[in-house]
């Protein structure tokens, strides 16, 4: 089981990686650092991997971490964002699923752009 330790500003928080390609290609790259995007309830942040899709997914869970093939980029979602409808969870475009928070994901509300994230293997 692989897991990762994520800093957004001064909150920290421990996923875990599922056994897939995207997940196989983040953890090779780790460690990130880059400055958070903020969109609804979604923090996302350009990554030097570029993938294909891989069984992508158009509505996500609290908790999920995507890859957004479109922007090179790792999300991590915890609430709607502006293209919901109701209660979904739903990204810009369809994302490649590679791990999950650990604990509450709702901790990451409040968080704005312009934020620090390092990711790192823990």
Same mark, same amino acid.
């Given at each position: 089981?692989?897991?990762?330790?994520?800093?957004?500003?001064?909150?920290?928080?421990?996923?875990?990686?599922?056994?897939?390609?995207?997940?196989?290609?983040?953890?090779?790259?780790?460690?990130?650092?880059?400055?958070?995007?903020?969109? /609804? &309830? +979604? *923090?996302?942040? $350009?990554? #030097? !991997?570029? %993938?294909?899709?891989?069984?992508?997914? =158009?509505?996500?869970?609290?908790?999920?971490?995507?890859?957004?093939?479109?922007?090179?980029?790792?999300?991590?979602?915890?609430?709607?964002?502006?293209?919901?409808? /109701? &209660? +979904? *969870?739903?990204? $810009?475009? #369809? !994302?490649? %699923?590679?791990?999950?928070?650990?604990? =509450?994901?709702?901790?990451?509300?409040?968080?704005?752009?312009?934020?620090?994230?390092?990711?790192?293997?823990?």
């Amino acid at each position: 089981m692989r897991k990762v330790r994520i800093r957004v500003g001064t909150l920290e928080a421990t996923a875990t990686l599922r056994e897939n390609r995207t997940a196989d290609a983040i953890w090779n790259a780790l460690p990130l650092e880059a400055i958070a995007n903020t969109w /609804g &309830d +979604e *923090i996302y942040f $350009a990554i #030097p !991997v570029g %993938l294909a899709p891989e069984d992508p997914q =158009d509505v996500v869970e609290p908790g999920d971490l995507g890859y957004w093939p479109v922007g090179k980029a790792f999300c991590i979602f915890w609430g709607p964002t502006p293209a919901s409808v /109701g &209660d +979904e *969870i739903r990204p $810009a475009s #369809p !994302v490649n %699923l590679f791990g999950r928070l650990d604990g =509450d994901p709702k901790h990451f509300d409040g968080t704005v752009g312009g934020e620090r994230v390092t990711v790192e293997r823990v």
